[in-house]
């Protein structure tokens, strides 16, 4: 990959990676349970579910497409377990 | 006896049965539960046999048992079940998938204290040594020693939680109040990458953001800047229904619809790379203001246009080259 590193020095772009994180998880908690109706709906992520290790297969397949046979776009797909939450 | 879902080649798979066997303790000194695994490599193999039967013990003293209820799927869970490799990182036995899980808490070790069985849990589900420097300055995602749960980098690999329970230390199970549903629970894995982002961005109230790509970790990114104070946030992706699903649902303010255009030499494509920030640092806000040049930009996608476009659009501040694979 190039990248424009001469642009980046002269304007003082700092370059930063990321992988995966650490010591996030508590605030990630607080994070999801504000439920503010001007913030970010994070259920809205979930756009497919899948009961049960049978429909696994079916689930990976859908991870991999950006669109399901509806149009409907696929962002977060989740293999559901066991019974309804208590 | 549980069950669990993982993926395998098939040769390999015919050792571990045979390990398993050897291994397994006499009846009723354990559970009977069930785990599930997949095992699949299409581009080498038929499929086998997508379910598996393990045996699962008690949880040890510092670890609780979780029910699995909810695993979302994650970019390297797809690259191992189609290739059977996520980047160098080959798959050498039987792996359970899956590490953005949540569950409810079925059995609580002895010496474990602030956890009781009913409790929902989202599980961190890296282990780093706890003893290297990285990990001394809190640094733990990068200790060399880390075992991560549905990754083939270490070997045995840490199965993933794509199993229907698994025993996993407390320290690192984290309860959900009683109205996060244990699907979010399940996203908080993810969402951890993006505030690790934020964070990395060292983001100042009211900063001006861009977030390239609107997949889950873009939109993530979005909104962990939007909650941790970010003035304005902007979403740029090749797919126009993803950055307007991005402003609909609040994770952003603004969106772009990056127009697919390649050009046939570096010069070309930097050229196009600075047009595209022009044009996003032209795109009108509320009032008269434009969204002009940005303190930080969140670049998720990994396309080389992108990363070029996050340079230019910056101005004296940080750029997040996020790098969230999992290796």
Same mark, same amino acid.
């Given at each position: 990959?190039?990248?424009?590193?001469?642009?980046?020095?002269?304007?003082?772009?700092?370059?930063?990676?990321?992988?995966?994180?650490?010591?996030?998880?508590?605030?990630?908690?607080?994070?999801?349970?504000?439920? /503010?109706? &001007? =913030?970010?709906?994070?259920? !809205?992520? %979930?756009?497919?579910?899948?009961?049960?290790?049978?429909?696994?297969?079916?689930?990976?397949?859908?991870?991999?497409?950006?669109? /399901?046979? &509806? =149009?409907?776009?696929?962002? !977060?797909? %989740?293999?559901?377990?066991?019974?309804?939450?208590? | 006896?549980?069950?669990?879902?993982?993926?395998?080649?098939?040769?390999?798979?015919?050792?571990?049965?045979?390990?398993?066997?050897?291994?397994?303790?006499?009846?009723?000194?354990?559970?009977?539960?069930?785990?599930?695994?997949?095992?699949?490599?299409?581009?080498?193999?038929?499929?086998?046999?997508?379910?598996?039967?393990?045996?699962?013990?008690?949880?040890?003293?510092?670890?609780?048992?979780?029910?699995?209820?909810?695993?979302?799927?994650?970019?390297?869970?797809?690259?191992?079940?189609?290739?059977?490799?996520?980047?160098?990182?080959?798959?050498?036995?039987?792996?359970?998938?899956?590490?953005?899980?949540?569950?409810?808490?079925?059995?609580?070790?002895?010496?474990?204290?602030?956890?009781?069985?009913?409790?929902?849990?989202?599980?961190?589900?890296?282990?780093?040594?706890?003893?290297?420097?990285?990990?001394?300055?809190?640094?733990?995602?990068?200790?060399?020693?880390?075992?991560?749960?549905?990754?083939?980098?270490?070997?045995?690999?840490?199965?993933?939680?794509?199993?229907?329970?698994?025993?996993?230390?407390?320290?690192?199970?984290?309860?959900?109040?009683?109205?996060?549903?244990?699907?979010?629970?399940?996203?908080?894995?993810?969402?951890?990458?993006?505030?690790?982002?934020?964070?990395?961005?060292?983001?100042?109230?009211?900063?001006?953001?861009?977030?390239?790509?609107?997949?889950?970790?873009?939109?993530?990114?979005?909104?962990?800047?939007?909650?941790?104070?970010?003035?304005?946030?902007?979403?740029?992706?090749?797919?126009?229904?993803?950055?307007?699903?991005?402003?609909?649902?609040?994770?952003?303010?603004?969106?772009?619809?990056?127009?697919?255009?390649?050009?046939?030499?570096?010069?070309?494509?930097?050229?196009?790379?600075?047009?595209?920030?022009?044009?996003?640092?032209?795109?009108?806000?509320?009032?008269?203001?434009?969204?002009?040049?940005?303190?930080?930009?969140?670049?998720?996608?990994?396309?080389?246009?992108?990363?070029?476009?996050?340079?230019?659009?910056?101005?004296?501040?940080?750029?997040?080259?996020?790098?969230?694979?999992?290796?």
């Amino acid at each position: 990959m190039t990248l424009p590193l001469g642009a980046a020095a002269l304007r003082e772009v700092d370059l930063r990676g990321v992988f995966r994180y650490s010591n996030t998880y508590p605030e990630a908690v607080e994070l999801v349970s504000r439920h /503010d109706p &001007d =913030g970010p709906d994070f259920t !809205k992520l %979930v756009t497919h579910r899948y009961k049960g290790f049978e429909q696994a297969e079916k689930a990976f397949q859908m991870a991999g497409r950006t669109k /399901d046979d &509806d =149009g409907k776009l696929v962002i !977060k797909v %989740v293999i559901e377990a066991g019974e309804d939450e208590p | 006896m549980i069950r669990s879902l993982s993926q395998i080649q098939h040769h390999v798979q015919h050792n571990l049965q045979h390990r398993d066997q050897s291994q397994r303790p006499p009846r009723g000194q354990r559970p009977q539960d069930r785990l599930f695994v997949p095992s699949h490599t299409p581009h080498q193999h038929p499929l086998i046999d997508l379910q598996e039967t393990r045996t699962l013990p008690p949880p040890s003293s510092n670890e609780l048992q979780v029910a699995i209820r909810a695993t979302g799927l994650c970019g390297s869970d797809l690259h191992y079940y189609t290739h059977g490799r996520n980047g160098d990182f080959v798959v050498r036995e039987p792996l359970s998938l899956g590490h953005e899980s949540a569950g409810i808490v079925t059995s609580v070790g002895s010496s474990v204290s602030g956890f009781s069985v009913g409790d929902k849990v989202a599980l961190e589900v890296g282990q780093p040594c706890s003893d290297c420097a990285r990990c001394k300055e809190g640094r733990y995602n990068l200790c060399k020693g880390m075992r991560f749960r549905s990754s083939a980098k270490s070997f045995p690999h840490f199965q993933g939680t794509l199993q229907e329970r698994i025993n996993h230390p407390a320290e690192w199970c984290y309860k959900l109040p009683k109205d996060v549903s244990l699907e979010v629970g399940a996203l908080l894995e993810p969402l951890g990458v993006a505030l690790h982002a934020v964070r990395r961005a060292g983001l100042e109230k009211g900063a001006s953001v861009l977030v390239f790509g609107a997949g889950a970790v873009g939109l993530l990114c979005a909104a962990a800047a939007k909650l941790r104070g970010a003035g304005h946030v902007t979403i740029a992706d090749i797919d126009q229904g993803r950055v307007e699903f991005a402003v609909k649902n609040k994770f952003a303010d603004a969106c772009y619809t990056v127009p697919m255009k390649r050009g046939s030499t570096t010069e070309e494509n930097l050229e196009i790379a600075k047009e595209t920030a022009s044009t996003i640092g032209e795109l009108k806000l509320s009032g008269n203001q434009t969204v002009g040049e940005v303190d930080a930009a969140f670049e998720c996608t990994g396309v080389p246009a992108c990363v070029q476009a996050s340079i230019y659009v910056c101005w004296c501040r940080l750029l997040r080259h996020i790098l969230a694979h999992f290796v």
